[in-house]
C-alpha cells in the first residue's frame, strides 16, 4: 500500500476560489513535499516541509503537516485557471531510503 | 522549469523492439531517479543512482536496465519490449544530502503495440 494517499481524488472549483488538498500518511518521515503535475508532463516541485515544521507559506501556497495524525494539507489561495492540473504529496521517509513515495493525487480543475 | 531533459518524449514501437529512453541533466547532481507512472496512479520508483557506475533497483520491480557512466547521464533500457510495459517514465535527480527536493524531467510516454 502506498505511503501517502490523497484526499479528494478529484476536485472542481471557480477561479477566485480556495482550493485544499490533504495527504495522509502511515509511517514516520523525514519531510514532505508536493508536487504540481500538468497533463502529460513531468512533475514540477512545489514546497517541501520538514517534520520539525507545522506550517509553510509560498506565494499562494500554504501547507500544514500534522505528524501526530500523519497527515498533511495544501492550500491554494485564489485560485486561477492555470492552477489546472494534478497534486502529488511525496514522503520522505529519511534514513536510508531512496527516492520519494507518492500518492495518487488530486486532480483540480479551475473553472473560469 | 528544471534542467533535466528526456528524449524521446513520446515512443509508439512494436513488441520485441530493444529501447533506450534517455534522460540527461546538467545541474551536477549526483542522484537520479526513474520512475514509472501509469495515467492518473501514482509514481513508482523503478531505478535510482548515487553517482557514476552506481545503480540499483527500486521498490516496483521493472525488466528495464540501467546505466550512469557520465554524471549527467542515466539512460534507461528495455531490451524486449512489451504491451505491459506501456506507461510513462520518468527521470528525476537530486542532491546527494536532505532534505532531497527533486527535478523532473517532461517524461517519456512509451506505447508497445
Known amino acids: 500500500s502506498q505511503q501517502g494517499e490523497e484526499d479528494p481524488q478529484a476536485l472542481s472549483i471557480q477561479e477566485g476560489e480556495n482550493a485544499t488538498m490533504n495527504c495522509s500518511y502511515k509511517?514516520?518521515?523525514?519531510?514532505l513535499q508536493w508536487y504540481r503535475q500538468n497533463s502529460g508532463r513531468g512533475l514540477v516541485h512545489l514546497i517541501l516541509?520538514?517534520?520539525?515544521?507545522r506550517e509553510k507559506h509560498s506565494g499562494r501556497l500554504r501547507v500544514t503537516l500534522d505528524t501526530s495524525k500523519k497527515s498533511s494539507s495544501l492550500l491554494i489561495t485564489a485560485s486561477r485557471a492555470a492552477d489546472t492540473a494534478s497534486y502529488f504529496c511525496a514522503t520522505d521517509v529519511g534514513g536510508g531510503a531512496d527516492g520519494l513515495t507518492f500518492g495518487k493525487g488530486t486532480h483540480l480543475i479551475i473553472q473560469p | 522549469e528544471a534542467d533535466i531533459y528526456q528524449t524521446p518524449r513520446y515512443l509508439v514501437i512494436g513488441t520485441g523492439k530493444k529501447i533506450t529512453l534517455e534522460c540527461s541533466q546538467t545541474?551536477?547532481?549526483?542522484?537520479m531517479y526513474w520512475y514509472q507512472q501509469d495515467p492518473g496512479m501514482e509514481l513508482h520508483l523503478i531505478h535510482y543512482s548515487y553517482g557514476v557506475n552506481s545503480t540499483e533497483k527500486g521498490d516496483l520491480s521493472s525488466e528495464s536496465t540501467v546505466s550512469r557512466i557520465r554524471t549527467e547521464h542515466f539512460p534507461l533500457t528495455l531490451e524486449s519490449a512489451r504491451p505491459s510495459h506501456t506507461s510513462q517514465y520518468l527521470c528525476a535527480s537530486s542532491d546527494l544530502g536532505r532534505p532531497r527536493e527533486q527535478y523532473f524531467g517532461p517524461g517519456t510516454r512509451l506505447t508497445v503495440t
Open positions: 516541509i520538514r517534520s520539525n515544521e
Open positions: 545541474m551536477g547532481h549526483d542522484k
Open positions: 509511517t514516520s518521515i523525514n519531510n
